[in-house]
Each structure stands twice: as structure tokens, then as C-alpha cells.
């Protein structure tokens, strides 16, 4: 209570002064060398399933039992696995066909007509007769007044959803949100009792963009753990969707603007589908590592600080690579898992704090964020009870930044802590000036924000203390472009790690203030995580 009543700059101060009572100190020099050792070649670019995941997790836990901490994994283990199901499509598996009010059957011919991909977990899909109903984008968001479905029920029938979100203010303008992904209108049917959703391409089968989207289809792909369960995704082309609509006697012309919030979705009277569906299943394990530090008076009360260990591999997984074919991952994301290793290691040598602090070192983010999807579907700790996640992905490499930049500015009270200590060192927190990147949905923060715990992720700070934003801004795009996910992004003996160990030392004052206080910090009133989040307030109470 005491902590809500102050202003932002009196709890930076007393944060800031406890933290130096408390001696801590990132040393530059000890993250370099770290990072240096888990991106070396030896370590093969830490690819998932590999010996490189066995030498990056037994280093990480060798480091963890020196410093004194204790497992923080499932059963008092240190490692947590995550199973990753890879669905191939079997050749000539796939049929459809859809049934007017007439009774005439019409098969669908897959690749011209529609697309289908099996969804469940059995990589098999088997509907008969289904009701189509027709939603819009799919979109459910009460912060924004905004609801395709309605009052109709889509239970045991397929949605069809058009892709993306309304352009404009109401759905944070330049910035997208989660609203427009393909898995957010996934989640929103399955939640409501669809078997299926199909996403209507608004141009005709011989078009670039239904030619892209049939190559797409027939790729090999990884199941999202916690993904929506649901029995078929795919794809439709104008063409047969005005078949359906002509057949359910609908005019599309004289439908609500699906655009500006007046729509609601309609049911399409007559018209059901029919798919059949296979493909084959390879499963890959891996593992999260995880370490914790009991808290002393909560300890059913988390915060968690994450990065991925993971890369893109090595010669094994690019054979045809000219040159290094090592993918040592330095920047991306060994100076993360660094930085929460040292994390770990500056909070162990304060007071032990009030709450739990776990320090997570996700696997597979490069194929999707697939493990921490896998934890936040498979919580070792309760999310409900899970006080926030702080991601860190690629540590800054410049000198001293006035600005801290974070993904998803605007989503929750995290980045109004951060400011409150930023500001009385004469910094800032701002957005991450790339909204066309999408960033804040595509770190392992997100998996936490999707299932409603507050997730923060600093980034590159480019406003320089020495040259401005004009030099900063153009050395860090021209890293990024030079480097980011390429085989030259190596250890160097030239990193400039202070901005690196300014805002790992924010992050230590943010998460110590957490985990020594009784506050949740929450969303936005416009996020679209608030009600996710809302639906467990009953366990915060």
C-alpha cells in the first residue's frame, strides 16, 4: 500500500538506494566472456534436440548450482521438456466438398477450391456436414467495443474469418495487435465451440496471393503447444466463398462494413462442408531450464525473467551454406541468456525477496517461441498467481541511451515501474519505433501476455547520450541488417555493453520491487490481454 501511495520518482529512489545497499554490480566484462563461450562454434548454434542444447542447458546449470540456486523445473528438476509435434501434409489425404440447401453435394478441389490443414493433435480432421458461418475478422474485443460474433452460436460449426484487423486508431493504429494473427481468431472460434476456421482470401484462385498462400499450405509446420485444438484450418478463395454465399442466398454487397464495428456475423442457411484431412507427425523434444529462488513470505507468487538459449544451428541444419556455416547466435540470444543468468546472480546476493523469482531459459524461440508456449500451456507455476514476465532478447550493444525502448508500449503498468526508475536518471521509456516489425508478438514475452500475465521487453535504446538519436538509429539498423540471424553474428571483443548493463540494472530494481511488494501490476484498459487476464482475478484476491 505504502508503494502505490508514492510518486513514481520518490519509488525510483528508494528502489535505486536499495539496490546499491544491496551491492549490485553487472560486470561488463563477465557477460562478454559468458557470451562468448555459449555462441562459440563448439556449441554447434544451439539448435533444439541437438548436442548443442546439451552443452548450452549442462554450462547453464553448472553456472546456476555455483551461484546457489535451486532447480526451478517440474518435480525439483532443472529442466522442464517440451515436446514439438511437426505436421506434414500427406499427399492426396486432403478432400472437401460442401452441400447447398438444395442437398447437391459440390467437391471442392483442394489447392484450387480450398486449402485444409489437419489441426488437432492426431493430425487427422474428419467433418461431416458442418454449418458455415460467416464472422468477419473473427474478432472479439470489449475494450473496443468491438464484436464480429454477436449473439450466434458457432458451436460444431466452421467460422470463416477475413485476415487482419481494422485499419485505424480504434485497433492502436500503426501498431498492430494481437487481434490480426491467424492464432488470436484460432483461439477466439475454439473458445466459442468452432470445429474448424477458414480464412477467406479476397482474390481469385489463379491470384499471387492464393498462390503464395497453397505454397505456404504445403510446407511442413510446428504445432503451437496450447495451440486451439481445433479439427481443420484453412483457406478459401473469392470464388467459392460467392458460391456459398450465391447458394445461402445472401448478398455480400448488403452486409454491415465489416470495417468500422456494425457487423455481426451471419449464419450461412443451407451451406455445410465436409473435409477429410492426414498428415504425418515427427515429435522433437527439448527443454526449457529453469532456476528459482524461493520467496520468504510468498512463495506461491512468481516473477519470471526469460530469454531463449536457443539459435538456428549449425551445418546439420544448413548444408548448403557457403562460407561459416555455424549460426553462433552471439547477440541473438546468448547476450540474453547471459543476462538472465547474471540476473540471477545479482538478485541471489540481495535480501531474498518476498516472492518466488524464477529465472526461465526458454527453448525453440526460433521456431516460433516454442517453449515458452510450451510452459505457459504446461505452467510449472500457476499463471494466475504469476506476477509478471521480463523478457530479454538480444542485449543493446551501444554506449550509454536516454531512452528505453520496449515492445508493446501502451499494454500494462510494467512500463510505468520502468519510467518511475528511468526517469530520475535523466531516461525514458518509449515504443520501439518499428511498429511494420510487430515485435512485441514475436519474443517469449508473448506466450505470457497471451495467456494474461503482464510481459514487458526492453529493446535498443537509439536516443545516444554521445552522438543522439540521428548516429544511434543508424548504427543499430545497420547492425541489425548486417547481423540479425546470419552467420556473422559472432562475439566481439569491440561490444559496447554499458547500455547493456543500464538496463539490465533497471531490470533488477523492477523485478526486486515486484517481488518484495504486494501489488499486480496490470493491463491497459486497451489491451486485449486485460480480459484474459481478468478471467483469474478471483486467484489474486
Not at 65 to 92: C, F, H, N
Not at 193 to 218: K, N
Request: glycine share 10%; aromatic share 8%.
Amino acid at each position: 500500500m505504502f508503494r502505490k501511495m508514492m510518486g513514481g520518482a520518490a519509488v525510483a529512489a528508494v528502489l535505486l538506494a536499495a539496490g546499491m545497499a544491496s551491492a549490485q554490480d553487472f560486470s561488463a566484462a563477465r557477460i562478454s566472456d559468458n557470451i562468448r563461450t555459449i555462441s562459440a562454434d563448439e556449441y554447434q548454434g544451439r539448435y533444439p534436440g541437438t548436442e548443442g542444447e546439451r552443452m548450452v542447458l549442462s554450462w547453464l546449470q553448472a553456472q546456476y548450482e555455483a551461484i546457489g540456486l535451486e532447480p526451478g523445473g517440474p518435480d525439483g528438476r532443472w529442466l522442464q521438456p517440451v515436446e514439438l509435434k511437426r505436421y506434414t501434409p500427406v499427399a492426396g489425404a486432403a478432400s472437401a466438398s460442401w452441400t447447398g440447401p438444395d442437398g447437391q453435394v459440390h467437391p471442392l478441389t483442394p489447392g484450387t477450391d480450398i486449402i485444409v490443414r489437419a489441426a488437432t493433435n492426431d493430425g487427422r480432421a474428419s467433418i461431416r456436414d458442418a454449418g458455415v458461418v460467416f464472422v468477419g475478422h473473427g474478432i472479439y474485443a470489449p475494450e473496443r467495443q468491438w464484436d464480429d460474433y454477436g449473439d450466434i452460436d458457432v458451436r460444431g460449426k466452421v467460422v470463416v474469418v477475413v485476415g487482419g484487423e481494422p485499419d485505424g486508431e480504434r485497433f492502436n493504429g500503426e501498431y498492430a495487435t494481437n487481434y490480426q494473427s491467424g492464432a488470436s481468431k484460432a483461439d477466439e472460434a475454439f473458445r466459442r465451440g468452432a470445429i474448424g476456421i477458414i480464412t477467406l482470401a479476397p482474390q481469385p484462385a489463379a491470384s499471387p496471393m492464393w498462390q503464395g498462400a497453397l505454397r505456404g499450405a504445403a510446407r511442413s509446420r510446428t504445432l503451437t503447444p496450447g495451440a486451439a485444438d481445433l479439427e481443420f484450418s484453412g483457406a478459401i478463395p473469392h470464388d467459392t466463398a460467392a458460391a456459398w454465399a450465391a447458394a445461402a442466398g445472401l448478398d455480400i454487397s448488403q452486409l454491415p462494413n465489416i470495417a468500422d464495428g456494425s457487423f455481426k456475423a451471419v449464419a450461412l442457411p443451407g451451406v455445410s462442408l465436409s473435409v477429410e484431412a492426414a498428415e504425418t507427425i515427427e515429435t522433437l523434444v527439448t527443454h526449457n531450464l529453469l532456476a528459482r529462488i524461493p520467496g520468504t513470505e510468498h512463495p506461491d507468487e512468481t516473477i519470471i525473467y526469460s530469454a531463449h538459449w536457443d539459435h538456428v544451428g549449425g551445418a546439420a541444419q544448413h548444408p548448403n551454406a557457403p562460407g561459416d556455416n555455424i549460426w553462433n547466435g552471439a547477440w541473438d540470444n546468448a547476450s540474453g541468456t547471459i543476462g538472465v543468468l547474471e540476473m540471477a546472480r545479482q538478485i541471489k546476493a540481495a535480501p531474498a525477496p518476498k516472492r518466488s523469482i524464477v529465472f526461465a531459459h526458454m527453448a525453440a524461440e526460433e521456431m516460433g517461441l516454442m517453449g515458452a508456449y510450451g510452459y505457459a500451456a504446461n505452467p510449472v507455476y500457476p499463471l494466475e498467481t504469476t506476477v509478471a514476465d521480463i523478457n530479454i532478447d538480444m542485449l543493446p550493444l551501444s554506449g550509454a541511451t536516454r531512452d528505453v525502448p520496449i515492445f508493446g508500449k501502451g499494454q500494462n503498468e510494467l512500463e510505468d515501474r520502468l519510467q518511475a526508475l528511468a526517469e530520475p536518471l535523466g531516461r525514458y521509456v518509449s515504443d520501439d519505433g518499428m511498429p511494420e516489425e510487430g515485435f512485441y508478438y514475436r519474443s517469449d514475452h508473448f506466450p505470457f501476455a497471451r495467456m494474461g500475465v503482464p510481459a514487458i521487453m526492453p529493446w535498443h535504446g537509439w536516443d545516444w547520450v554521445d552522438g543522439g538519436r540521428e548516429a544511434g538509429e543508424a548504427t543499430w539498423r545497420a547492425k541489425f541488417a548486417a547481423d540479425y540471424h546470419r552467420a556473422s553474428d559472432e562475439w566481439s571483443a569491440d561490444w559496447d555493453l554499458t547500455s547493456a548493463v543500464e538496463n539490465l540494472t533497471l531490470l533488477y530494481h523492477l523485478g526486486l520491487d515486484l517481488a518484495n511488494s504486494g501489488d499486480w501490476p496490470g493491463w491497459k484498459p486497451t489491451s486485449e490481454f486485460a480480459v484474459v487476464r481478468a478471467r483469474s482475478d478471483a486467484a489474486r484476491q
